[in-house]
T-cell receptor, first 111, second 115 residues
Framework: QKEVEQDPGPLSVPEGAIVSLNCTYSNSAFQYFMWYRQYSRKGPELLMY????GNKEDGRFTAQVDKSSKYISLFIRDSQPSDSATYLCAQGSGNTGKLIFGQGTTLQVKP | DTEVTQTPKHLVMGMTNKKSLKCEQHMGHRAMYWYKQKAKKPPELMFVYSYEKLSINESVPSRFSPECPNSSLLNLHLHALQPEDSALYLC??????????????FGPGTRLTVL
């Protein structure tokens, strides 16, 4: 069993749809959670960073962490074709700098 | 400014060459990282530096040699690489290694091809 499970997709949605991306994790010792967006042949871009249960909102993006279920989500409202990318969830150690990545979900937003 | 820069963007090298990848950040971050990413896979951690000292080496072959000359720079020296080492090499930095300031910011990467 991978430590962070993420459905690789691909996920295809029409422009304007609400997108839900999800990960589950098994190691409760890693207390920090990140979502990255990665365009083809580019470096990952940090979208959201959180270390507590609950929701965190930034523009069209909302990150949700449920530590009791070991479940993290990223919601994208009013999705745009420019959101088409691979989305990586990551779980971070609090003291070593190690990140455990999910496999990434490929998202395509169709005009 | 949350920018990590990497040079070169692309590198093609033979198996007998010696080359170096460079990474720079001016955010005052004290932790820096090297990752390797193969196509359609997540990044894999190679090395971690904290306050210019090597903190983690994830059992990386000795043909990869990291160096942290100062708090803003990170190098990765390459020697006698194999074709399977072809990948996107990513540098990242974070304010600190531990605690709540450990979110990592990535550079654009160097695409390495070993012939």
């Amino acid at each position: 069993q991978k430590e962070v499970e993420q459905d690789p997709g691909p996920l295809s949605v029409p422009e304007g749809a609400i997108v839900s991306l999800n990960c589950t994790y098994s190691n409760s010792a890693f207390q920090y959670f990140m979502w990255y967006r990665q365009y083809s042949r580019k470096g990952p871009e940090l979208l959201m960073y959180t270390y507590s249960s609950g929701n965190k909102e930034d523009g069209r993006f909302t990150a949700q962490v449920d530590k009791s279920s070991k479940y993290i989500s990223l919601f994208i409202r009013d999705s745009q074709p420019s959101d088409s990318a691979t989305y990586l969830c990551a779980q971070g150690s609090g003291n070593t700098g190690k990140l455990i990545f999910g496999q990434g979900t490929t998202l395509q937003v169709k005009p | 400014d949350t920018e990590v820069t990497q040079t070169p963007k692309h590198l093609v090298m033979g198996m007998t060459n010696k080359k170096s990848l460079k990474c720079e950040q001016h955010m005052g971050h004290r932790a820096m990282y090297w990752y390797k990413q193969k196509a359609k896979k997540p990044p894999e951690l190679m090395f971690v530096y904290s306050y210019e000292k090597l903190s983690i080496n994830e059992s990386v072959p000795s043909r990869f040699s990291p160096e942290c000359p100062n708090s803003s720079l990170l190098n990765l020296h390459l020697h006698a690489l194999q074709p399977e080492d072809s990948a996107l090499y990513l540098c990242a930095s974070s304010q600190e290694l531990a605690g709540v300031f450990n979110e990592q910011f990535f550079g654009p990467g160097t695409r390495l091809t070993v012939l």
